[in-house]
């Protein structure tokens, strides 16, 4: 049963910084992709940061560009995103994904297959 399972969830303050990390287990192939959303109450999910893990290459938001990172340890099949100089609009549940399919770092929600459970963000003065 592939397994997602995110934590670094918390409370911090504006200008603060925050890691997540993410570990795949359980899936019977090698991830292609993997990558971090975020979602709002009654707003769409919205893609932060995706890494193809082939080659590493990444894609970001143009909200989080310059101020996130995302990297993976292949050795221990997990993803991070550094998140510095947050923000009151970077609270939001964040969600770990992961894709055996497509070849690429994508931010649409469609392309990926497996999620997690998520992690609270909370930004505050």
């Known amino acids: 049963q592939v397994q997602l399972v995110e934590s670094g969830g918390g409370s911090v303050q504006v200008g603060g910084s925050l890691t997540l990390p993410c570990t795949l287990s359980g899936n019977p192939y090698p991830s292609n992709s993997m990558a971090w959303f975020r979602q709002v109450p009654g707003q769409q999910r919205e893609g932060v940061a995706s890494?193809?893990?082939?080659?590493?290459?990444?894609s970001y938001a143009a909200t989080v560009k310059g101020r996130f990172t995302i990297s993976q340890d292949n050795d221990k099949n997990s993803i991070y995103l550094q998140m510095n100089d947050l923000k009151h609009e970077d609270t939001a549940m964040y969600y770990c994904?992961?894709?055996?399919?497509?070849?690429?770092?994508?931010?649409?929600?469609?392309?990926?297959?497996?999620w997690g459970q998520g992690t609270q963000v909370i930004v505050s003065s």
């Open positions: 890494i193809y893990q082939r080659t590493g290459s990444t």
């Open positions: 994904a992961a894709s055996v399919i497509i070849q690429g770092a994508s931010l649409v929600p469609r392309a990926y297959s497996f």
